[in-house]
T-cell receptor
Framework: NAGVTQTPKFRVLKTGQSMTLLCAQD?????MYWYRQDPGMGLRLIHY???????AKGEVPDGYNVSRLKKQNFLLGLESAAPSQTSVYFC??????????????FGAGSRLTVL | GQSLEQPSEVTAVEGAIVQINCTYQ??????LSWYQQHDGGAPTFLSY????GLEETGRFSSFLSRSDSYGYLLLQELQMKDSASYFC?????????????FGTGTRLLVSP
């Protein structure tokens, strides 16, 4: 059971370049998320999806786009990378437990550096 | 919107008990969760409180007081492996959907 898999794990970009981060989950979860984590700022939600074919903006969506063409995949795109997008990106998927908790399972993270 | 406040760092020694506090402000409330993250790792789910009181899971317990908009994570019999960052999180109540908003995290340092 792989859980949530993110690729790539590391990437260095030059300002203005584009790239896509890939996230795949094998738990049949409906909900998927992209967070970024910066020192001292915790986890901030970029975009999320409540199901195949749907996406919505989170707290910090500017400069990013997402797509959820298949239930198991959630892609995060940077069309024109900026140094401010240097961060660690986490993908997560979730289900609701019997207690009502929204339990997120995170991928291992993708460390992106924009020069 | 939502905001959560946690101490930035807590230190303790092995075998001790430590409490990590979290205060929150939300427009709607659907429970308080706690996640643990070791350096270089991914956050992992620890506990969830929807109602007032204490929830216990082994050495870890989590408490919630909805009237005070306050909760805490209690770690007992501390071990070196408990050195990590701990995040509280609340569900976004504005839209009713279950997206989580995280606090900025508390770094716990356990020394021998």
């Amino acid at each position: 059971n792989a859980g949530v898999t993110q690729t790539p794990k590391f990437r260095v970009l030059k300002t203005g370049q584009s790239m896509t981060l890939l996230c795949a989950q094998d738990m049949n979860h409906e909900y998927m998320y992209w967070y970024r984590q910066d020192p001292g700022m915790g986890l901030r939600l970029i975009h999320y999806s409540v199901g195949e074919g749907t996406t919505a903006k989170g707290e910090v969506p500017d400069g990013y786009n997402v797509s959820r063409l298949k239930k198991q995949n959630f892609l995060l795109g940077l069309e024109s990378a900026a140094p401010s997008q240097t961060s660690v990106y986490f993908c997560a998927s979730s289900y609701s437990s019997s207690s009502g908790a929204n339990v997120l399972t995170f991928g291992a993270g993708s460390r992106l550096t924009v020069l | 919107g939502q905001s959560l406040e946690q101490p930035s760092e807590v230190t303790a020694v092995e075998g001790a008990i430590v409490q990590i506090n979290c205060t929150y402000q939300t427009s709607g409330f659907y429970g308080l969760s706690w996640y643990q993250q070791h350096d270089g790792g991914a956050p992992t789910f620890l506990s969830y409180n929807a109602l007032d009181g204490l929830e216990e899971t082994g050495r870890f317990s989590s408490f919630l007081s909805r009237s005070d908009s306050y909760g805490y994570l209690l770690l007992q019999e501390l071990q070196m492996k408990d050195s990590a960052s701990y995040f509280c999180a609340v569900r976004d109540g504005d839209t009713g959907f279950q997206k989580l908003v995280f606090g900025t995290g508390t770094r716990l340092l356990v020394s021998p």
